[in-house]
Nanobody, 114 residues
Framework: QVQLSESGGGLVQSGESLQLSCRAS????????MEWFRQAPGKQREFVGR???????EYSDSVKGRFTISRDNAANTMYLQMNNLKPDDTGVYYC????????WGPGTPVLVSS
């Protein structure tokens, strides 16, 4: 069973940075597309960004230029570096991979105060 585990969330002030991690078990992450999503209170889960097997990256317009996705193949871990955080970035952040099934981590909360 594929397992994803996020970490690194916390409480920060507007303008500060955080780095989230998503560690995967069983799969080798550099062979697949892995994604970050987030869900703000009272809102639907939304796409943040993805990295594919060629290390191509895509980002939502709302985070482009501020967030960067990377991965450490040896650690089987994907990262989300979040800079210049804004209150609208508040939410629970999830990593996701689609294989034969969809796999999600339990999420890590990010709270950005103004």
């Amino acid at each position: 069973q594929v397992q994803l585990s996020e970490s690194g969330g916390g409480l920060v002030q507007s303008g500060e940075s955080l780095q989230l991690s998503c560690r995967a078990s069983i799969i080798t992450i550099n062979l697949y597309t892995m994604e970050w999503f987030r869900q703000a209170p009272g809102k639907q889960r939304e796409f943040v960004g993805r990295i594919n097997d060629r290390a191509d990256r895509e980002y939502s317009d709302s985070v482009k230029g501020r967030f960067t996705i990377s991965r450490d193949n040896a650690a089987n871990t994907m990262y989300l570096q979040m800079n210049n955080l804004k209150p609208d970035d508040t939410g629970v952040y999830y990593c996701h991979i689609r294989l034969a099934n969809d796999y999600w981590g339990p999420g890590t909360p990010v709270l950005v105060s103004s």
